[in-house]
């Protein structure tokens, strides 16, 4: 079978371990451990030697940071691209309903049949997003996703939460795009590869159930700033690129300003993170970054290539302590806040643990300042 298996994790085991033993429990014996790959996306080094002794012939992917579910989502499925041309990726919160006979015929990116905890519950068969209006939605139907690609408002994208690619369509793209972080990656995604003129597709043999234990929908600084915020900042830069920036302006001051409105009725302190996620989406670079970044043919595992050593960065206080032959031990102190920057707990930075995905360095700077 040509395919590998990419699984997001950060930090929950019990998730992940019931992720992994839905796709013990159905594979085939033709399907090897060694085809499938676990991103630990800046989890606690407890609970990525406790997955590592559990699974040692998997391929463990170690990133000393959870910078966000894009990069996370980069790393495995490019890791895994070494081994495989085809990719089915998972949250950690999924469980597979049953084994795919294997990925689509031809090179896409495809969604598949996401359930709600409850297989006779559908959650989506793909999606489809209204950029004039910012806003995107779940298909639960065949039709709804297919009849999208026709449809003069709507366009089909294909959600996070599990989906197949193929090498030919990621490399194409260069993957997600990191500089949106976390929510409406997918979008973009999805977007750039039909411009790119890549194929979406539904895959309606590949099921699986999405047990919807991510990210709190209680943290106003996720669903107001950061969704409101990449919302905006995606559908401007792709209208623009159309000619279409002036309707959308119109269009999206007025879903804004209802929203403002209505939060600022209701809830009064979230209203001041819906007028700043506004304003941040004109501070976003509209130009896509250049992603075009040379990457290695074969991508080995983190256990060898160990990235966290080779690129971390040396501090002052890493620099003095070499000068000082004499002193051989180091401060204890600086070991608490090395691991304090590495590994922060989803509680305090509001993760997605479902997803992996946490605040970037820019976007906690960004809540301390929404704060104020």
Same mark, same amino acid.
């Given at each position: 079978m =040509? &395919?590998?298996i990419v699984i997001l994790t950060y930090n929950q085991i019990e998730q992940t371990v019931d992720c992994i033993k839905s796709i013990q429990a159905v594979k085939t014996r033709e399907f090897p451990d060694k085809q499938i790959f676990v991103v630990h996306n800046g989890s606690d080094p407890a609970v990525v030697a406790d997955l590592r002794h559990r699974y040692p012939r998997f391929h463990h992917v170690v990133l000393n940071e959870n910078e966000s579910f894009a990069a996370g989502a980069n790393a495995g499925i490019r890791a895994a691209f070494s081994l495989q041309p085809w990719v089915l990726f998972l949250t950690q919160d999924t469980t597979l309903v049953h084994f795919p006979k294997g990925p689509p015929f031809e090179p896409c990116l495809a969604a598949v =049949?996401? /359930?709600k905890r409850k297989v006779e519950? +559908?959650?989506? +068969?793909?999606?489809?997003?209204? $950029?004039d209006m910012a806003k995107h939605y779940y298909c639960t139907k065949a039709d709804h996703f297919w009849n999208s690609f026709e449809n003069a408002i709507l366009q089909p994208y294909v959600p996070r939460t599990a989906f197949w690619i193929h090498q030919q369509a990621f490399e194409k793209v260069n993957g997600f795009d990191e500089t949106i972080g976390s929510i409406w990656e997918d979008v973009d995604l999805s977007i750039r590869l039909r411009e790119d003129g890549e194929m979406l597709? $539904?895959?309606e043999a590949t099921e699986v159930i999405h047990h919807r234990k991510g990210f709190s929908r209680r943290d106003p &600084?996720?669903?107001? &700033? $950061? /969704?409101?915020?990449?919302r905006f900042w995606v559908s401007r830069r792709k209208l623009r690129n159309r000619g279409q920036s002036i309707m959308f302006e119109f269009g999206i001051f007025n879903e804004w300003f209802w929203l403002w409105l209505g939060t600022l009725l209701k809830k009064p302190k979230e209203a001041s993170l819906i007028w700043k996620a506004y304003r941040a989406s004109f501070k976003r670079p509209l130009d896509p970054p250049n992603l075009a970044l040379e990457v290695p043919e074969k991508l080995k595992p983190a256990a060898e290539a160990k990235p966290a050593e080779a690129e971390k960065p040396e501090t002052k206080k890493e620099t003095r302590a070499s000068e000082k032959k004499s002193d051989k031990k180091s401060d204890p102190k600086d070991k608490v806040e090395k691991k304090k920057v590495e590994v922060a707990p989803a509680e305090a930075t509001g993760a997605t643990a479902s997803t992996g995905a946490t605040l970037t360095a820019t976007e906690k700077e960004e809540r301390t300042k929404t704060k104020a």
């Open positions: =040509k &395919f590998a =049949k996401i /359930y519950v +559908m959650n989506s +068969m793909g999606g489809a997003c209204d $950029l597709q $539904l895959d &600084f996720m669903t107001r &700033f $950061l /969704y409101n915020r990449n």
